[in-house]
DNA sequence: TTGAAAGCGCTAACAG
DNA sequence: CTGTTAGCGCTTTCAA
């Protein structure tokens, strides 16, 4: 059974196709008698507007497309899902790409998106040159990453929680506190937040100490290695700012699994504080990024954009600690 | 700056859109020579055939919409990872519809879905009516519900998942066994779920206690309120079979909030398993969904619906114990 | 207030 | 091997 075109619900409805149009985009003037008898054929022939047909004609699909690394991270499937709910008020509809952090698979879904004629792209994971990103001339907003001077980036202020996190460590006793940083996040963003961190250590006088976990997100079991090998002799430091919260996790039952107690032993501060985490975990000390916020902007921007609206270039949105008993 | 067309670049090779059509597509006879000419003018001008013009003919868009409750939730958000890595492989785009499991927006993304003239819809979030999606001639498959005759699903084998929660609290000795259902997930797979329990419980002689808590995903602050309030006296149950491991880390840290043992005073096991739990909260015992074979299983069975090849009717995939040591 | 007709970018007969 | 042409379902001038 094919599905009704709007010719068959003109012919049923013994009208144009014209009429049928407008009746569907209440446009132009139509008597309540044409309405109501096209409205009936509808119904009948339980008609659906084909967008497709739409949008080859407006030239506009109202899709939007999201490459974020993974949304099995919990940070990304929030941000994930907050950005579908922003959109979809706005009658966008949203295309999820896992990039997995892989360059060519970020570069073939770029191309795919573009395929796909969607109005707008929304980047959460960002490994393709920034020149590449130039010659897309498309809208894109950035998350976390500044791209070029074209493309509006959202991102929370990395370095005051850099500094949040290490001053909360250090406030706590630390001496020996150790910066793990990961590709768990972008480059740009985690520099901001490392720089944080050593600057906030050298005002204490302390030496900064910073580790980095080059595995890809998925690879946790790798991650958790590292870390028990790291703390099997015995604890080289007495406080870790992890680069997400996920890291945080591994770090802290890798030193339970070796005996050691959280805090007594080693104090340990996340970053990202999640819902999904602070549910799971509310007892990690981490500093929460405004997710929603950030979803919001980030769309926000690009719809501006897509609008032809001036918008800004950059949003940053502030952080917070989330005060657990991890340090 | 506008887009490319074929027509375009049809004028600057010098050739007939059909020309060009066909070096596209990899169909009929072209000479090198056209086909060189060709290529050099789609370079040139940057041209990116224009999917939407081609679904718009073929009739067929190559989308596939995905409904589930919300990517935050980490089943959720590694179920999407899965199927959308699946699909991409396959050729398809994904859109995603975050539900929060309720009836009236399902609603309007099925039909928004139909809109955009998806191929197919996984659906992994059922609160709409049965005889619904019967009414929507489309490809559907369904993860965890049995929703008609003609929509196939997947599902793990809940009833052996509650069997073997159920048999790990029975037998690390506890007597009094609560289990906790929520609507974190659809009616019926729960309810497999504790017709195991309920059928463990009485071969071994125990009382089945069932407690409902009927927030919805993303209402965890309440749900930790309710434990805590369970917890205030004194602990009545010595063993708690989760609905899903976000429940039982509410339940695990509530305990440990009113100054109970895990696993000492109570033992809890949860259900899911994901990956992203497994490493953020690795003691936890739990049943492990096996997720990317239900995405796999769930993408394969919709495309040959597509495909229109015979399909099966019921994948029902085997789950694992995670032995943490909350139980 | 309504309808006829053109055309969005692409593919596929059908001719040459 | 290559080109001409007729739509796919919809919106929008332009006429009536």
Partial sequence: MKKATIHDVAKKAGVSVTTVSRVLNNRGYISDEMKEKVMTAIKELNYIPNEI??????????????????????????????????????????????SINDVETERVYL???????????????????????????????????????????????????????????????CKRILCITGDARVKTT????????????????LEPQIMEISFSLSENDK?????????????????????DDVMASIVYHAALKKGYKVPEDLK?????????????????????QPIEQIAEAAVDLLLDKIGEKKAENKIVLPIALHKGSTA
Same sequence: chains 1, 2.
């Fill in 111 to 173: 191309r795919l998106l573009q395929e796909k004629r969607v109005d707008g792209i929304i980047v959460g994971s960002h490994n393709v040159d920034i020149e590449e990103y130039e010659g897309y001339g498309m809208n894109i907003v950035s998350i976390d990453r500044e791209l070029t001077a074209n493309i509006p980036i959202v991102q929370c202020d990395n370095y005051d929680g850099g500094r949040l996190a290490t001053e909360t460590l250090i406030g706590s006793g």
């Fill in 190 to 205: 985690a520099r901001a937040r490392v720089s944080a961190y050593e600057d906030r250590m050298r005002e204490a006088g």
């Fill in 268 to 288: 340990i501060v996340g970053f990202d504080g999640t819902e999904m985490m602070r549910t799971v975990f509310p007892t990690l000390t981490t500093i929460i």
């Fill in 223 to 243: 991650k958790r290695v590292v870390m028990e090998n790291l703390f099997s002799e015995s604890l080289p430091f007495d406080g870790i700012f992890a680069g």
């Fill in 53 to 98: 047909a739409r949008s080859f004609f407006t030239n506009k699909t109202n899709f939007v497309g999201l490459i974020v690394p993974t949304t099995s991270n919990p940070f990304f499937g929030e941000l994930t899902f907050h950005i579908e709910k922003k959109l979809s008020t706005k009658g966008y509809k949203l295309f999820i790409c896992n």
